[in-house]
């Protein structure tokens, strides 16, 4: 194994090492271009790379290895390539503009980058200007930077300015991608500005500022469009984005049209219109074509067309990318190239391009017989233009040698039995395999078969197969394998069955000295034994014979011919007395023997004998000479003399031809030999080129010729000597890649001449022939003209005299001249003066200027030139003078300032110090300037205005004043002249005074109303005409900015809403007041702060850490202040264990101060959910994400049972089971057992999946104690219980199954184990419980019993749950155990409710269904807007009882759903509900005049009439037209204004205007009609004619006076009723619907209650109805007897209420419910009045509740008496009541809450309903009740109530009695909400004698208002109090009633007080004995009854008319619709009809 191991760790070190080594790779593969400034140089890395060790080198493009150049290039040792900067002088095209390229080189191989292209650029003169541009109002203007050509590709705008300020914030100014400036939506104002562009050069980094340009704003005439920006031709890389620039202007605006080669442009999300053009993100290629853009409007068009190119970058992908191969192969690689249609290809191995032949195609490159140089890194170029791409692939070539995998082995076979030989051999290139039987050829076809083929991994399998063995088969099988890189073979003895022979032999030829093999080919078998005789001697009888006696070989070593020649005999003993035998004859031949020579060096002439001699070998020996491998050439005159034994070569005169190597080869019979020796002739050195003077430039290359010939090749040696004196030669240093080489031919080159360079240089010539030669010569360095010095800028003043110099040097003569910009300086026809002088080896020239202007700014250039080059200086001057004027205008006009805005025009090319401004007043109020114009000489002055500004405001101005305003410009030249003089005259005065009285009231925790009062009359200034609201935080830090609301005015006390604030934080507001003039000061600052609320962020970085096995410590980051909103009262904690077998434990939350907590009394190794939140005073804030943690590990407890049996009388089985609180893993089970105890005998282990265990070696009738102790990590816990138990022979059954319960999802295999002991083995008999009697399982597909006991059920169902029972037997006894099994479902549906809505959230809540089982994991909440098709859902955790959704919109339905999820899956969907977000559509209020002003052309609207509804609006549309015209006129608009004008309108004209308003909750429209003036301001005639009564009844104009009133009352009368008939019938029309849905879900609902006489006969004592309505369940059950109490709630019903008349009882069972009063704290009730049909609206909070535990999905109450305590019951929102028990005790908590009777319950028969949860479907059905209850004849009538509990955001107390008034309802704290459940039983006629009391909700009136319910739930018995009961018609005299049936409608009768509420109520009857009939005829009270203690009110009792009305009733009664033809409820006359629970 370890051997193995080292094997394998060496295998991936090797590997390793391979990839290591063989890693070649690129850093840069992109670098393509470098361009740099030659004032900076640059820095080039090698883009290729190498593992080390590593070799990088440089090239140019022709292959030739750069040098180092000193200051000008340099290759670092990393590689990096580095150019200097250097002086235009200095440029060399072959080092600053060229293509070099990169090879990174290890021992795997060597690659080459792609082609880098570097060029430096150089700073040259250039300007950029601006031009002018007009446009109209409203439309767009561009311009546009001009850039010369010759810098364009370098120079970008890099920003726009608008007189000083860089444009960019402003979006009506946008630059575009090319550096244009688009002014859109241009505005009068856009004229008075200067533009200007600013360039940068993206090498130099020289920025260039334009000219300044204007933009003249012109009024819209009508034209036809015209193009301002297109393109001709783009470029962009595939993958990014384009912008193509088409920009038009014309009036109207002109639209856009874009079409693709002549194709309108498909619809793309790519294409995107904007101001600017077209943009294209994403380029395709696809995209690539010509684009035209069409601009068109109602006068014409224009168009433009442009080609858009798209380019791809190169991409090569070789494959493979790495390649194994053998010597010898074939190897193909391909290369793919992308990018590109047109390019060219080449191939590279090792950096060295493989040049094109037959084996190279465009794509592939293909290599046959590979050698091993051929391996390394091949790489494939693609190039396009300057673009270049490559990939490499690594080939390894590896030895190709055939190798013997696998071979048949020796055998033997019998006679025709078939024989198969195999060789599976590897090798490259393929080996070819022969095979051979004892060493001749196989053949014969139809005998032998022969075939081949290939493995999957590339090896060859031949074989051999021989169908039908015979003896001449047998032999040695040899199978060789051969290919060009060698040969391989292997053999083998195969023995075929029968009489042994031997085979013919051929005599042998060995070789002396050689080893020989002799085989004796023997066939048959067996035989006994092969011998080999010589001379009649056995074989062997020396050292060098052997004989292999296995399979007859001889083998002779080292053959001598005297020994061993002779014949040898092969004897074979076939059997005892059979020999056979064969001869054969060896001959052995000697070969040849060649005595080794050596040929010494000769020099030219001399003779040369070269003897050839044979000193062993036999006869005859035949002699052949060959010169380099090749027979020698007869023009070499050389002679060849040959004996018997020697051959001798001889040379008569030596020459150069001669030199070479010489082969002497001898040959005979046996083999061939041969001897090779050098010629070496030796010629002296001399020389071919001789080094002569020459002279080299500056920077260029030179060679420095010199060449010699002699044999051996001359060494050539430079040497150099400096300067021009004595020679003092040094050895020049000649390194690769140096600036000086060697070249091939001895001639030196410098490949860049250095002025060092000058000097004396000898060439040395030597071979160690002779005398060594060499030749000195000079070298002269001449130096190109160079600039050495000038000035790059300089000043010069305006008019005085300005020099500049310009200094050159290098070989004389120099001339010097001067260009300005690029023209040539004649100083003799010009201002200029050019002088030269010569200071020492330099020429200094200077240009002088005698009187500077304007115009002189600008480049000047020097040009230095002489025979050897030219140089040139770029010298830019600025003249300096006075600044221009600058151009001043009024920007603004205000009572007490004037803002002024000037622009320069010219700054005089010095920057500018400051500016003066002069004003005065026109007329002065001096006396001595009175009634004249005041001179300049009394202005005011501002001195010294900042030059960064280029406005300024002049303060303290009277208003209503006349100015005359000048200003001057001061730089440091001088001041300007005074601009042009302005007069302006100031404004009215804004108001002086602030708003009065601001008070502030927090609305909300977001909201806060403002309320003021105009400031005082004397201080406003005006009519107040809106104020300004502006608010901030209240912070120390005063500098935040304030947001501002505008408020118009509307009168002496104004109100504002703040809304959208933060929460809980303090604001401070300010009012201010203004007028047509402007705004007045602020109020004073009111502080407020909004109300709280729930924190909005969770806490961070909750860590949950375990410190205990019972404890683990939570902490977190405490919240930020902002995310509070409110105090924080502390942190809670809420978390659960995630138990093992994947339920949920209880929920439980703890609350603190500190961020932190220790949870402790956890269970031990348990993993625990936790989550964190903050709660302020508001509530709960948001939860934390679930983090999870495990408390530590601790010792378990005992395990939870431990059974013993008897197998035998030796043996005991023990079976346990796991502890139940394991607290760790579990390592094993320790098993004691002792005889004596607590000694123990002995122990044993059990693994910890195993809890049976078999003890062997007891002795009989020995007692055993036995117990069984778990073991954790933390060490053994505590022991089991200790049984005893006793081996006997006879041992009866015994079951090692426990009992207990076994749970499982449904739809799986479930397996009830019982496994049991007993001898004789015992027998299994399965049983299952039914109606509490064991029963046998039924045995079917799904259920079967395994042999070993267990009872299987598969695919298990909810119907498999109950108790199986197993018994065991035998014949000693029996044994059962008991399994209760459990079957989980998916969880039944939450309950969902709505509980909060505002404008854009809505909060959910709801109570969780029956979770199946299963601890509920989770919800989905999915929701939708209404009318839509798309759902959203969120995740939610399971401890979540609310959701609010956010980012909702304003004033819109939304539909909800909720799923739970359990462990088995999701369950049911709960049933949609429905919410709206607060908001409602636009409306106009009617009170605001529509039209602010209308002229003869112009109608100006006042929108502020228009209230957006709580939603912004989204969209404003007007249109108007003439009244008689058919077309609109329509704008539109995103938002809503204050005022809009309709503009060329006709005159007097009457128009028509609608108007359309929309927000996100609706629209609303407004159509009115109006009437433009005539020009003269006049109105014009009305649309209708005036009717004019007859002369004939009224004289004159009194008839019109009377009749026109007289019309418009009966007008108005007649809208008023149509008004009332519209929405009478629109009402109708929607109480039809609501009664329609209430008739079909009431139909449902009574045709489910449906019982026939028999069903009710069959099922006289035990009833069970079960009827199923959305989300509702009504549970009807009749029971004889009532022994126990269970959990259903529990309320009178009688036969009648389910039309069971037929079958009248003498008597009925009530039962009296006592509650004990508890003292709550109230919460407010929510109005719902905007509820929407289908929602339950209504909130859901949580509460405690007095002394009783909270449930975990619903608040509870405790009710009851207000006395001495008796039995209490604990309520909660499901409305069921539990079990009665002590005051005080605690109900735990339960997915089913329920009502029971009171401990005095009568216990006869009852009937029971029960509903079990909300429907928002049955909630429509108590609408329409609600509804048909509110009609007219219904409306003051009394209703009879048994029960009613009435759920809003409070709870409720309970109290009995007739409810009227609102006292019926009390409010208590908040609670579980929405829920309202009304249940009606009103008792037989019969049986009014027994009746109890019944619990009754009290309503609540918090701070004395009326309770606020939605309208479906008002009732008249909660809303009404004090109505008398006035009828004393005997039909109602008797009849009493305490409410009123929630559903169907009674008839109105007067209420009565029940006898057992009188002041004389006498005690509860606990015998159930009746109250007497006469008691039904009391007097009436209008008292409320109230409880007392010690007494009971009763039910009222039932008229005896009314008794027969009930006996009346049929069972079909209920299924009778409850509404009449017309949509209406019928009127029932029987007051007793069926009850129903509302939900």
């Known amino acids: 194994m370890w051997i193995l191991a080292f094997i394998f760790s060496q295998s991936i070190l090797n590997v390793f090492s391979e990839d290591l080594h063989s890693s070649v790779y690129f850093v840069n593969a992109s670098l393509q271009e470098i361009v740099f400034a030659s004032t900076t140089g640059t820095l080039v890395p090698c883009p290729a790379a190498a593992a080390t060790p590593a070799t990088l080198r440089w090239y140019l493009a022709t292959g030739e290895e750069i040098y180092n150049v000193p200051g000008i290039r340099h290759v670092h040792q990393n590689g990096t390539l580095q150019i200097f900067n250097f002086l235009p002088s200095g440029f060399s095209k072959l080092i600053h503009d060229n293509t070099y390229y990169c090879t990174a080189e290890n021992p795997s191989g060597k690659i080459r980058s792609q082609d880098v292209h570097i060029k430096a650029v150089f700073r040259e003169p250039y300007t950029v200007r601006v031009e002018d541009q007009k446009a109209m109002r409203g439309s767009v203007a561009v311009f546009k930077c001009i850039i010369p050509t010759f810098v364009e590709a370098y120079v970008s705008v890099v920003s726009w300015e608008k007189d000083t300020n860089t444009l960019g914030s402003d979006p009506r100014f946008h630059i575009t991608s090319s550096g244009a400036l688009y002014i859109l939506d241009v505005v009068t104002d856009d004229g008075n500005w200067n533009y200007r562009c600013l360039t940068r050069h993206r090498y130099t980094g020289e920025t260039r500022q334009s000219n300044s340009a204007r933009l003249t704003v012109t009024e819209p005439t009508n034209s036809e469009p015209t193009i301002l920006d297109g393109f001709d031709r783009r470029e962009v890389m595939v993958g990014h984005r384009v912008e193509l620039p088409c920009k038009a202007t014309g009036y109207p605006a002109p639209k856009y049209r874009w079409a693709k080669d002549s194709s309108p442009l498909e619809r793309d999300s790519r294409f995107r219109q904007v101001s600017t053009g077209l943009l294209i993100e994403n380029v395709r290629p696809s995209d690539a074509g010509s684009y035209a853009c069409e601009v068109f409007n109602s006068l014409g068009s224009a168009a433009m067309v442009g080609q858009l190119l798209v380019k791809q970058p190169l991409k090569v992908v070789v494959s493979p990318h790495t390649l194994k191969s053998s010597v010898g192969s074939q190897v193909s690689l391909s290369c793919m190239v992308t990018g590109s249609e047109k390019y060219d290809l080449s191939w590279y191995r090792n950096g060295e391009m493989v040049y094109r032949d037959k084996r190279i195609s465009q794509e592939n490159l293909v290599m046959d017989g590979m050698v091993k140089s051929d391996g390394g890194v091949y790489q494939c170029f693609a190039r396009r233009g300057k673009m270049s791409a490559q990939d490499f692939a690594q080939v390894i070539l590896e030895d190709g040698t055939p190798k013997i995998l696998s071979a048949f082995s020796e055998r033997m076979v019998n006679l025709n039995e078939p024989v198969s030989l195999v060789c599976n051999v590897k090798g490259t290139p393929r080996p070819a395999v022969t095979w051979t039987l004892d060493e001749d050829h196989v053949g014969d076809p139809g005998h032998y078969r022969l075939g081949q083929m290939v493995t999957p991994e590339g090896h060859m399998l031949s074989y051999l197969n021989i169908s039908h063995a015979k003896v001449n088969d047998s032999g040695i099988y040899r199978c060789s394998c051969n290919n060009s890189a060698g040969v391989v073979s292997y053999q083998a003895r195969i023995n075929v069955r029968g009489p042994a022979n031997i085979r013919d032999m051929k005599n042998l030829t060995a070789i002396a000295g050689r080893d020989a093999y002799i085989h004796c080919r023997v066939v048959g078998y067996p035989y006994y034994s092969i011998k080999w005789f010589k001379n009649s001697d056995l074989l062997p009888f020396n050292h060098r014979q052997r004989a292999f006696e296995n399979n007859g070989t001889l083998k002779l070593s080292n053959v001598q011919k005297s020994a061993d020649e002779g014949e040898y005999t092969c004897r074979v003993q076939v059997h005892p007395d059979l020999e056979i035998s064969k001869s054969l004859h060896v001959t052995v031949k000697e070969p040849p023997h060649i005595q080794p020579f050596e040929v010494q060096g000769y020099s030219i002439g001399q003779r040369v004998l070269i003897p050839c001699v044979v000193i062993s070998g036999d006869y005859p020996i035949y002699f052949t000479w060959q010169?380099?491998?090749?027979?020698?050439?007869?023009?070499l005159s050389v002679t060849i003399d040959n004996n018997e034994f020697s051959s001798l070569l001889r040379i008569a005169n030596l020459s150069s031809v001669h030199n070479g190597n010489y082969t002497c080869i001898a040959h005979?019979?046996?083999?061939?030999?041969?001897?090779?020796?050098?010629?070496?002739?030796?010629?002296?050195?001399?020389?071919?080129?001789?080094?002569?003077?020459?002279?080299?430039?500056?920077?260029?290359?030179?060679?420095?010729?010199?060449?010699?010939?002699?044999?051996?090749?001359?060494?050539?040696?430079?040497?150099?000597?400096?300067?021009?004196?004595?020679?003092?030669?040094?050895?020049?240093?000649?390194?690769?890649?140096?600036?000086?080489?060697?070249?091939?031919?001895?001639?030196?080159?410098?490949?860049?001449?250095?002025?060092?360079?000058?000097?004396?240089?000898?060439?040395?010539?030597?071979?160690?022939?002779?005398?060594?030669?060499?030749?000195?010569?000079?070298?002269?360095?001449?130096?190109?003209?160079?600039?050495?010095?000038?000035?790059?800028?300089?000043?010069?003043?305006?008019?005085?005299?300005?020099?500049?110099?310009?200094?050159?040097?290098?070989?004389?003569?120099?001339?010097?001249?001067?260009?300005?910009?690029?023209?040539?300086?004649?100083?003799?026809?010009?201002?200029?003066?050019?002088?030269?002088?010569?200071?020492?080896?330099?020429?200094?020239?200077?240009?002088?200027?005698?009187?500077?202007?304007?115009?002189?700014?600008?480049?000047?250039?020097?040009?230095?030139?002489?025979?050897?080059?030219?140089?040139?200086?770029?010298?830019?001057?600025?003249?300096?003078?006075?600044?221009?004027?600058?151009?001043?205008?009024?920007?603004?006009?205000?009572?007490?300032?004037?803002?002024?805005?000037?622009?320069?025009?010219?700054?005089?090319?010095?920057?500018?110090?400051?500016?003066?401004?002069?004003?005065?007043?026109?007329?002065?109020?001096?006396?001595?300037?009175?009634?004249?114009?005041?001179?300049?000489?009394?202005?005011?002055?501002?001195?010294?205005i900042s030059p960064s500004l280029y406005q300024a405001t002049i303060i303290d101005l009277h208003p209503s004043s006349t100015y005359n305003i000048r200003m001057i410009a001061k730089n440091r030249i001088n001041s300007s002249a005074p601009s042009n003089e302005l007069t302006i005259t100031t404004d009215e005065a804004s108001p002086d005074g602030p708003p009065q009285e601001v008070q502030l009231e927090a609305l909300s925790s977001q909201s806060v109303k403002v309320t003021w009062k105009p400031p005082q009359r004397h201080l406003m200034n005006g009519v107040i005409r809106t104020y300004h609201v502006s608010y901030r935080e209240y912070t120390k830090e005063q500098n935040r900015q304030l947001t501002r609301i505008t408020v118009d005015a509307t009168g002496d006390q104004e109100t504002v809403t703040l809304d959208n604030l933060r929460k809980f934080t303090l604001y401070e507001v300010i009012v201010n007041a203004e007028n047509r003039a402007g705004m007045g000061p602020a109020s004073h600052e009111g502080i407020m702060r909004t109300l709280e609320d729930v924190p909005s962020q969770a806490p961070g970085n909750v860590v949950a850490t375990p410190s205990s096995p019972e404890a683990i410590f939570v902490y977190w980051s405490p919240l930020p202040n902002d995310t509070l909103n409110g105090v924080l009262l502390g942190y809670r904690v809420i978390f659960w264990a995630n138990l093992a077998d994947g339920e949920l434990g209880d929920i439980r939350n703890i609350t603190t101060i500190q961020p932190r907590l220790e949870l402790d009394g956890l269970e031990k190794f348990t993993n625990y959910s936790i989550q964190v939140l903050a709660f302020t005073q508001a509530g709960d804030g948001v939860r934390s994400g679930q983090i999870f943690a495990r408390t530590k590990e601790d010792v378990p407890g005992p395990p939870a049972g431990v059974k013993a049996a008897a197998a035998s009388s030796t043996e005991v089985f023990v079976s346990w089971l796991p502890p139940i609180k394991l607290n760790g893993i579990i390592k094993k089970y320790k098993i004691y057992c002792s005889f004596n105890y607590p000694t123990v005998n002995n122990d044993n282990d059990a693994p910890p999946d195993k809890y049976f265990y078999h003890i062997h070696g007891l002795r009989l009738n020995q007692r055993y104690s036995i117990w069984v102790v778990a073991v954790t990590a933390a060490g053994p816990g505590n022991a089991s219980e200790i049984i005893t138990v006793e081996p006997l022979e006879k041992a009866p059954a015994r079951i090692l199954t426990f009992s207990g319960t076994v749970t499982t999802p449904w739809m799986r295999d479930i397996v009830l184990p019982c496994r049991a002991v007993g001898d004789p083995a015992p027998t299994i008999k399965w049983l299952k419980e039914t109606n509490g009697t064991p029963a046998p399982v039924q045995i079917d597909g799904r259920r079967s019993v395994h042999s070993n006991g267990s009872f299987i059920i598969r695919t298990v169902k909810a119907e498999d749950s109950g108790y199986y029972s197993c018994v065991a037997s035998n014949s000693w006894g029996y044994d059962d155990i008991r399994l209760n099994l459990q079957v989980q479902v998916p969880p039944d549906q939450p309950r969902l409710t709505v509980t909060k809505t505002t404008t854009t959230t809505i909060t959910l809540s709801w109570i969780p269904g029956d979770n199946g089982g299963s601890s509920i994991r989770g919800y989905i909440l999915q929701y939708s807007e209404d009318n839509s098709e798309k759902w959203g859902s969120f995740p939610i955790s399971p401890s979540e009882r609310s959701y609010r959704l956010e980012s909702l919109k304003c004033g819109t339905w939304y539909k909800f759903t909720l799923t739970a999820q359990n462990a088995v899956g999701p369950g049911r969907i709960s049933e949609i509900i429905e919410a709206k977000t607060h908001g409602k559509e636009p409306q106009f209020v009617k009170e605001h005049e529509l039209f602010a002003s209308i002229n003869s052309t112009r109608v100006q609207l006042n929108l502020n009439g228009w209230n957006n509804g709580g939603c912004p609006i989204t969209s404003f549309i007007v249109e108007y037209r003439p009244v008689e015209s058919p077309t609109w006129t329509r704008a539109q608009r995103s938002s809503l204004t204050k005022t809009y004008i309709l503009y060329d309108l006709q005159e007097a004209t009457w128009y028509e205007l609608q108007m359309k308003v929309t927000n996100s909750a609706g629209s609303a429209e407004k159509r009115i009609n109006f009437a433009t003036p005539n020009p003269d301001g006049n109105t014009i005639a009305p649309l209708l004619k005036t009717v004019v009564e007859s002369r004939d009844n009224l004289p004159g104009n009194q008839g019109l006076k009377m009749v026109v009133p007289i019309i418009c009352i009966l007008v108005a009368i007649g809208m008023v009723f149509i008004l009332l008939l519209v929405l009478r019938r629109r009402r109708r029309e929607q109480r039809l619907k609501r009664l329609r849905d209430a008739k079909s879900l009431a139909e449902m609902l009574m045709s489910k209650n449906t019982r026939t006489p028999d069903t009710v006969n069959k099922q006289q004592q035990t009833l069970r109805m079960h009827i199923d309505i959305p989300r509702a369940q009504l549970l009807i059950e009749e029971r004889d007897t009532m022994e126990t109490i269970d959990d259903r709630s529990t309320v009178l019903l009688t036969d009648n209420d389910f039309g069971e008349t037929s079958k009248q009882k003498s008597s009925t069972v009530t039962h009296t419910v006592h509650y004990q009063s508890l003292s709550q704290s109230t919460g407010p009730l929510v109005d719902v009045s905007d509820a929407r049909p289908g929602t339950n609206p209504t909130a859901r909070r949580t509460a405690k509740a007095g002394p009783a535990t909270r449930s975990r999905y619903a608040s509870q109450w405790t009710l009851n008496r207000p006395h001495p305590p008796i039995s209490s019951h604990t309520l909660t929102t499901d409305w069921r009541l539990p079990t009665p028990r002590a005051t005080g005790s605690v109900d735990k908590e339960s997915d089913s809450y329920s009502v029971s009777p009171s401990q005095d319950t009568d216990r006869a028969r009852s009937s029971m309903v029960s509903t079990e949860s909300a429907s928002s479907t049955y909630e429509e059905l108590a609408r329409a009740y609600e509804h048909a209850k509110m009609e007219e004849q219904l409306r003051h009538a009394k209703f009879t109530i048994t029960e009613c509990f009435i759920s809003d955001t409070s709870s409720e107390q309970m109290t009995a009695g007739t409810n009227e008034y609102t006292d019926s309802l009390t409010s208590s704290t908040p609670s579980e909400s929405g829920i309202c459940r009304f249940t009606a039983s009103p008792p037989k006629p019969q049986d009014a004698s027994r009746v109890m009391n019944m619990a009754v909700p009290k309503a609540h009136r918090p701070g004395g208002e009326l309770v606020h319910l939605p309208p479906y739930l008002r009732m008249d018995f909660l809303l009404n109090r004090g109505v008398a009961a006035a009828s004393s018609s005997s039909s109602s005299s008797g009849r009493e009633a305490t409410g009123q049936t929630c559903l169907e409608p009674q008839k109105s009768r007067t209420l009565k007080r029940p006898q057992a509420l009188m002041a004389t109520a006498p005690k509860p009857n606990n015998n159930d004995s009746t109250l007497p009939a006469s008691s039904s005829s009391g007097p009436p009270s209008r008292e409320v009854q109230q409880w007392q203690p010690g007494t009971a009110s009763t039910l009222p009792q039932r008229e005896p008319g009314d008794l027969a009305q009930a006996q009346a009733a049929k069972l079909s009664s209920s299924q009778e619709s409850l509404l009449d033809s017309r949509g209406h409820l019928k009127q029932s006359n029987n007051p007793y009809a069926k009850s129903y629970t509302l939900v």
Request: proline share 6%.
């Open 668 to 944: 005979n019979e046996a083999a061939a030999v041969e001897h090779q020796s050098q010629l070496i002739v030796k010629v002296p050195p001399s020389f071919v080129v001789q080094p002569m003077d020459q002279d080299g430039i500056y920077g260029k290359a030179v060679v420095l010729k010199c060449s010699a010939r002699g044999n051996p090749r001359p060494t050539i040696v430079w040497k150099h000597s400096r300067g021009k004196g004595v020679p003092q030669f040094q050895a020049i240093l000649l390194n690769t890649g140096s600036r000086i080489q060697l070249l091939e031919n001895g001639s030196l080159l410098i490949k860049h001449v250095l002025q060092e360079d000058s000097g004396y240089y000898l060439c040395k010539v030597s071979n160690d022939v002779g005398t060594d030669i060499s030749k000195s010569m000079y070298f002269t360095v001449k130096i190109p003209a160079m600039i050495t010095s000038y000035p790059n800028t300089t000043l010069a003043t305006k008019g005085k005299r300005k020099e500049m110099s310009c200094t050159a040097k290098g070989e004389k003569p120099i001339m010097i001249r001067w260009e300005k910009e690029k023209e040539i300086i004649n100083p003799e026809m010009s201002r200029y003066v050019v002088t030269v002088r010569e200071v020492g080896d330099e020429v200094n020239s200077t240009l002088q200027i005698q009187s500077p202007v304007r115009g002189d700014s600008g480049f000047f250039s020097c040009h230095a030139i002489n025979s050897y080059g030219e140089d040139k200086g770029i010298i830019q001057l600025t003249v300096e003078e006075p600044p221009d004027s600058p151009l001043v205008e009024i920007r603004d006009v205000q009572d007490r300032i004037i803002t002024l805005h000037w622009n320069m025009v010219f700054d005089g090319n010095s920057p500018i110090t400051g500016y003066d401004i002069e004003y005065k007043n026109k007329t002065g109020y001096d006396i001595e300037y009175k009634n004249k114009t005041a001179p300049w000489s009394s202005a005011i002055s501002t001195k010294n």
């Open 627 to 635: 010169k380099d491998g090749r027979p020698i050439a007869a023009n």
